[in-house]
């Protein structure tokens, strides 16, 4: 991005904030692959409000959808849309990553460019839950992060149960070598799914035994809960509550995980959310968990919260293909597994 547009937006939103009397001084700025974020001072005692009142004004002037204002580190900042964003891609992150800790999943770009990494079996994590509208990327943002589980572990490892409702969502993770049976496809087959699961978890509970680990993706959560009704709560509810300790883990996906919808009781047992973009305010708070994260300003298209234990980080998510990834998920299929690694990752050059 070149520096004289750079200044050029810095001194528009000097202008709107000198228009409504509140004094200050953009003095730097964060470029991001999707947006950019304004470093803003004001004059000692001038209230934060005053400057994230003129969000929509800012956003009016530079010509943007909107515009997100909050403070950080002792500095307002101001963030908004790239006109060009850029993508953020999976491999080519998982190769500049390299090796990763056992069971961890890339997520994508913090604010400050750094890779941002998920451990499973942190006591601060076990299972995940994702949330967020059509068009949000919530599907492939959980896709993306169980292609890189399995990038980095081997079925010895890491096994994997996709239940998939409508079908679409896991379908290029099929060939993966750690996927169990086949997608669970339709409600009828992601009940039996979870109900093989919760099995599984007891007779691992009565041999003392967690290995291997065996995470469990489901799409459309709300969806598979309307269709399957009680059995399928109660299944969920009881591998969010014991599943840690039989290693099995949960990464659900939702549009809206409304009371209604997804019982208070389930979302208890889902310490973290990674959410996108939503409709309302009110929307923002049921997915989050806590209010005012800002979510209902986020852009879309991989633009998530990371929520965990009260804290909130923005970050863009990795994507693939889903070419890119049901090609890679058949070579690790039908090639030796630490040889194929390290084979996709010189690719990558």
Same mark, same amino acid.
């Given at each position: 991005?070149?520096?004289?547009?750079?200044?050029?937006?810095?001194?528009?939103?000097?202008?709107?904030?000198?228009?409504?009397?509140?004094?200050?001084?953009?003095?730097?700025?964060?470029?991001?692959?999707?947006?950019?974020?304004?470093?803003?001072?004001?004059?000692?005692?001038?209230?934060?409000?005053?400057?994230? =009142?003129?969000?929509?004004?800012?956003?009016?002037?530079?010509?943007?959808?909107?515009?997100?204002?909050?403070?950080?580190?002792?500095?307002?900042?101001?963030?908004?849309?790239?006109?060009?964003?850029?993508?953020?891609?999976?491999?080519?992150?998982?190769?500049?990553?390299? /090796?990763?800790?056992?069971?961890?999943?890339?997520?994508?770009? =913090?604010?400050?460019?750094?890779?941002?990494? !998920?451990?499973?079996?942190?006591?601060d994590v076990v299972h995940v839950l994702v949330a967020g509208t059509t068009g949000s990327g919530k599907t492939a943002l959980a896709r993306s992060l169980l292609f890189s589980l399995a990038?980095?572990?081997?079925?010895?490892?890491?096994?994997?149960?996709?239940?998939?409702?409508?079908?679409?969502?896991?379908?290029?993770?099929?060939?993966?070598?750690?996927?169990?049976?086949?997608?669970?496809?339709?409600? /009828?087959?992601?009940?039996?799914?979870? %109900?093989?699961?919760?099995?599984?978890?007891?007779?691992?509970?009565? %041999?003392?035994?967690?290995?291997?680990?065996?995470?469990?993706?489901?799409?459309?959560?709300?969806?598979?809960?309307?269709?399957?009704?009680?059995?399928?709560?109660?299944? !969920?509810?009881?591998?969010?509550?014991?599943?840690?300790?039989?290693?099995?883990?949960?990464?659900?996906?939702? $549009?809206?995980?409304?009371? /209604?919808?997804?019982?208070?009781?389930?979302?208890?047992?889902?310490?973290?959310?990674?959410?996108?973009?939503?409709?309302?305010?009110?929307?923002?708070?049921? %997915?989050?968990?806590?209010?005012?994260?800002?979510?209902e300003k986020l852009l879309g298209r991989g633009d998530f919260l990371l929520v965990a234990r009260g804290d909130v980080l923005r970050f863009q998510a990795a994507y693939a293909a889903d070419?890119?990834?049901?090609?890679? %998920?058949? $070579?690790?299929?039908?090639?030796?597994?630490?040889?194929?690694?390290? $084979?996709?990752?010189?690719?990558?050059?």
């Amino acid at each position: 991005m070149r520096r004289r547009q750079l200044e050029m937006q810095s001194d528009r939103i000097e202008a709107v904030m000198a228009s409504h009397r509140v004094p200050g001084r953009v003095w730097g700025a964060t470029i991001t692959p999707r947006f950019i974020r304004f470093q803003v001072t004001t004059a000692i005692g001038t209230r934060v409000n005053k400057v994230s =009142d003129l969000s929509e004004e800012i956003a009016l002037s530079l010509g943007v959808r909107s515009a997100r204002v909050y403070r950080q580190n002792g500095a307002i900042q101001v963030e908004v849309p790239r006109e060009q964003p850029e993508a953020v891609r999976l491999l080519p992150l998982c190769q500049r990553v390299g /090796e990763a800790p056992p069971l961890t999943a890339v997520l994508g770009l =913090d604010e400050e460019g750094t890779p941002l990494l !998920l451990r499973l079996p942190s006591p601060d994590v076990v299972h995940v839950l994702v949330a967020g509208t059509t068009g949000s990327g919530k599907t492939a943002l959980a896709r993306s992060l169980l292609f890189s589980l399995a990038f980095y572990n081997s079925p010895d490892v890491l096994r994997l149960v996709l239940i998939d409702p409508k079908g679409r969502g896991f379908g290029p993770l099929a060939e993966l070598p750690h996927v169990i049976g086949r997608v669970a496809a339709g409600p /009828e087959l992601g009940g039996k799914a979870l %109900a093989w699961l919760v099995k599984e978890m007891e007779r691992r509970d009565a %041999a003392d035994i967690s290995s291997p680990t065996i995470v469990a993706g489901v799409d459309e959560l709300a969806d598979l809960l309307v269709t399957g009704g009680k059995a399928v709560e109660l299944a !969920l509810i009881r591998l969010a509550q014991r599943g840690r300790q039989a290693g099995i883990h949960l990464i659900a996906c939702t $549009q809206k995980p409304s009371a /209604e919808l997804v019982s208070g009781l389930l979302k208890a047992n889902f310490p973290v959310r990674l959410v996108g973009a939503v409709a309302s305010p009110e929307d923002a708070k049921v %997915a989050s968990g806590i209010a005012a994260t800002g979510a209902e300003k986020l852009l879309g298209r991989g633009d998530f919260l990371l929520v965990a234990r009260g804290d909130v980080l923005r970050f863009q998510a990795a994507y693939a293909a889903d070419e890119e990834v049901a090609e890679a %998920a058949r $070579q690790l299929r039908h090639q030796s597994y630490p040889q194929l690694t390290g $084979q996709i990752q010189a690719s990558l050059h």
